[in-house]
């Protein structure tokens, strides 16, 4: 996949680590300046490591918007799980950049969880030492400097993550993690700033709030300053812990590579035969999806607690439209999960492997030769039993394939050399 296209210079100024080198020294040089130059006290620096973390953050979710590998999600998971699975992406025209299916299911619950440390960070920070607000001058020279946070954190994001390419490299999941890290380094400052300074100048019963922000010395802030600089420039040479981690037989957890953003190979040699659940059987494993999912009567006993209410009331018009939410609601998200993990999927054996193919777009969703299975074993559930088919399941090293709802496994097991087990103890003729 290309990178996008950008101007000679800043194709130059991407080479290396200079553009988020400058962002560090930005977001570091400022604060530093604040303290020694502008007499800022610590409502102040908390104010503005505060804006960073937001502005951070969202630059972060732009970030995790145009990443270039799927994200890993749950594949048990109903709905989310089969989607993740489809590696489709919307291109943007002229850059080479897309938005992929996997991110969107990301970015929904990042968003939130992202918002929340903000507002959690700076209900212990902020909220603690600049109870009484800024004072007109600081705040002036606050504003401009989170202005020069967000040029310099909005630079290295078009000139480093995507003209350097760097998004290829980085799933939903991984552009966002550095966050955590300064949203970390921000409140263990923080919280050691208010700590120390509390300890030497409150009484024992006076609240915390009372803190006044002048008490904190020159000293203690350039601590501060030292702290966060620190883990800034961690972020920086990750990669380099990542290498560490990698050559190691140490696991630190900085090591992560997502998921390869290259399609599946859907070939096949030979001859290709196509097998997919019948009718019935995506109706009846739709129908029978709940009993796997408890969740799904959770989200029906919502709508079922408040018809009792209305019952109480004699509202039966609302209490039977409650009901039939409560009814609906599950069976449709079962439905339409069962859909997207088999209904809407083709399974199509050949000479040298099994390959999933999606319905609706045409893409590959796994493939199997056979060498890649280490078991493989044909069951017969109640369900399968009344309808007269057969689920197959295939064991990999890591992983494992079912196929339900086939009304003749045999092309399926075709594809391997190893024989299958079968129900009863029965074995391949």
Do not use: C
């Amino acid at each position: 996949m290309p990178s996008v296209s950008l101007p000679p210079r800043l194709r130059a100024l991407a080479r290396g680590r200079r553009p988020r080198a400058l962002s560090v020294a930005a977001a570091n040089v400022l604060p530093l300046v604040g303290v020694v130059a502008l007499d800022w006290n610590a409502a102040a620096l908390m104010a503005l490591y505060w804006f960073e973390l937001g502005i951070t953050a969202g630059w972060a979710l732009v970030r995790a918007l145009f990443a270039g590998r799927p994200s890993e999600l749950d594949r048990d998971g109903l709905v989310v799980g089969p989607l993740a699975q489809r590696r489709a992406g919307l291109s943007i025209p002229w850059t080479g950049v897309e938005i992929r299916l996997s991110s969107l299911l990301v970015l929904p619950v990042a968003a939130p969880v992202l918002a929340a440390v903000w507002a959690v960070v700076g209900v212990l920070t902020v909220g603690v030492v600049a109870d009484g607000g800024l004072a007109p001058d600081a705040l002036d020279t606050v504003t401009l400097a989170v202005l020069a946070v967000f040029v310099a954190e909005g630079a290295t994001t078009l000139v480093e993550y995507f003209g350097r390419g760097e998004y290829r490299d980085h799933s939903a999941q991984t552009a966002i993690q550095g966050v955590f890290v300064r949203g970390a380094a921000i409140f263990f400052s923080a919280l050691f700033t208010v700590t120390v300074v509390a300890a030497g100048t409150l009484e024992d019963d006076t609240p915390i709030s009372a803190l006044d922000p002048d008490a904190i010395g020159l000293p203690l802030l350039l601590g501060v300053v030292a702290v966060k600089f620190a883990f800034d420039l961690s972020g920086l040479y990750g990669d380099r812990l990542a290498a560490f981690d990698e050559s190691s037989s140490l696991d630190l957890g900085f090591a992560y590579d997502p998921p390869a953003a290259e399609p599946v190979d859907g070939s096949l040699t030979g001859t290709v035969r196509t097998v997919r659940q019948s009718r019935r059987s995506r109706l009846a494993g739709a129908l029978t999806t709940p009993l796997g999912h408890p969740g799904l009567w959770y989200l029906a006993a919502v709508p079922a607690l408040v018809a009792a209410l209305f019952a109480i009331g004699g509202e039966w018009a609302t209490v039977a439209a409650l009901l039939a939410v409560a009814v609906v609601v599950p069976l449709g998200v079962a439905a339409l999960d069962h859909e997207l993990r088999y209904g809407l999927v083709a399974y199509r054996a050949g000479d040298d492997a099994l390959v999933a193919r999606d319905r609706l777009s045409g893409a590959t969703l796994w493939r199997v030769e056979p060498w890649d299975e280490t078991a493989l074993r044909v069951t017969r559930g109640r369900l399968d039993r009344r309808l007269g088919t057969a689920t197959v399941v295939i064991e990999l090293r890591d992983d494992e394939y079912r196929i339900p709802g086939l009304a003749d496994p045999e092309p399926v097991l075709s594809v391997f050399d190893r024989r299958a087990e079968r129900p009863d103890g029965a074995t391949d003729d």
